[in-house]
């Protein structure tokens, strides 16, 4: 019985050794198991982290490209508005210059014009000017054909300059109404058409063909209102030829219209020619920062087609 005993409680022992055994062994493959998935966890958690930066360095890349594309459209938008003003404007302008000089009732060769053979006539039928100084009838007619005629050619030239530059800036900054913003082509440094992509490249082709051009045609403009005003007055003169008062006072208003003109002319033509210098001032630095660029720039790598091209006619044009 005591051997039995003994055996009973030996066989007890190493079972409760084996048990414990098993135990540890069992807490041991959770803590490997454990540490398995914790691995897993933390490869996929960084993984997911590099899509997430990944997707979030491609986000703000397209946020930067949009922001550029952004302003490229902003200053493209204002200068061809501006053109589109000006040539509006010119075109209006020529256009009643056109129906004035075209309605314009002039007297004829049998109308009562004052001369050496009716100076007998009482001058109350005609007006004193015409009585007295009846040879400035042919002065005044050729006066204002030629400023009529200086108008219409003036304006027109502006507007046909002022579309064709529009035409010019909607070749070189825009490709098709429905690009896709996200496709990365638009923003490729080696665009092989040479397609504007940013405002400082914009501004640097503005400033190399475009500006010289607006402000000469903007100062044309604005001198031929003037011209408009005289051929405004000089044809109401003509017209109630038959009046000294009434012409005179037709024409008054073109005088102070004239007037008003100065007073924004020397102000606004100063001011644009102002801003386009300071456009200048910075696409000139930024066209030397090209430059700089390109020579610390290895062969292998492009500089954008439309800014190499652009710099090549500012270096030839210097």
């Known amino acids: 019985r005591e051997m039995a005993q003994a055996m009973a409680a030996m066989v007890g022992a190493a079972g409760v050794r084996l048990a414990s055994d098993l135990m540890d062994h069992s807490i041991e493959l959770m803590k490997v198991n454990l540490e398995k998935e914790r691995i897993e966890r933390e490869k996929e958690h960084f993984q997911l982290e590099i899509e997430w930066a990944k997707e979030d360095s491609r986000f703000r890349d397209l946020q930067r490209n949009w922001r550029k594309l952004e302003d490229k459209r902003r200053r493209t938008s204002e200068k061809m508005t501006q ?104 923003y490729s440094a080696a665009n092989p058409d040479g397609l504007i992509i940013e405002s400082q490249e914009f501004l640097l082709f503005w400033n190399l063909t475009c500006d010289h051009k607006f402000i000469v045609m903007m100062k044309v403009f604005s001198w031929g209102i003037p011209l ?75 500089v954008p087609a439309g800014v190499t091209q652009l710099s090549g006619r500012a270096s030839r044009g210097a």
């Open 83 to 186: 053109l589109s003003l000006l040539a509006r404007l010119s075109a209006l302008m020529g256009g009643f210059q056109v129906a004035m000089f075209i309605n314009q009732g002039l007297p004829g060769l049998t109308d009562s014009w004052p001369s050496f053979a009716n100076a007998t006539l009482s001058p109350k039928g005609v007006g004193t000017v015409w009585y007295h100084n009846w040879q400035l009838q042919d002065e005044l007619i050729a006066i204002w054909a030629a400023i009529s005629v200086l108008v219409i050619v003036v304006n027109f030239s502006i507007m046909i300059m002022a579309s064709l530059m529009q035409l010019q800036i909607a070749q070189h900054t825009y490709k098709e109404g429905d690009f896709p913003i996200h496709d990365s082509e638009r």
């Open 228 to 302: 408009y005003f005289a051929s405004l007055a000089l044809g109401v003169i003509l017209k109630f030829y038959m009046s000294t008062v009434a012409a005179l006072i037709s024409a008054m208003p073109c005088v102070a219209f004239t007037r008003i003109w100065w007073h924004y002319h020397s102000g606004l033509i100063s001011y644009i020619t102002f801003r386009a210098a300071g456009a200048d001032d910075d696409a000139g630095r930024y066209e030397s920062s090209i430059k700089q660029e390109a020579s610390l720039t290895p062969p292998q790598r492009r």
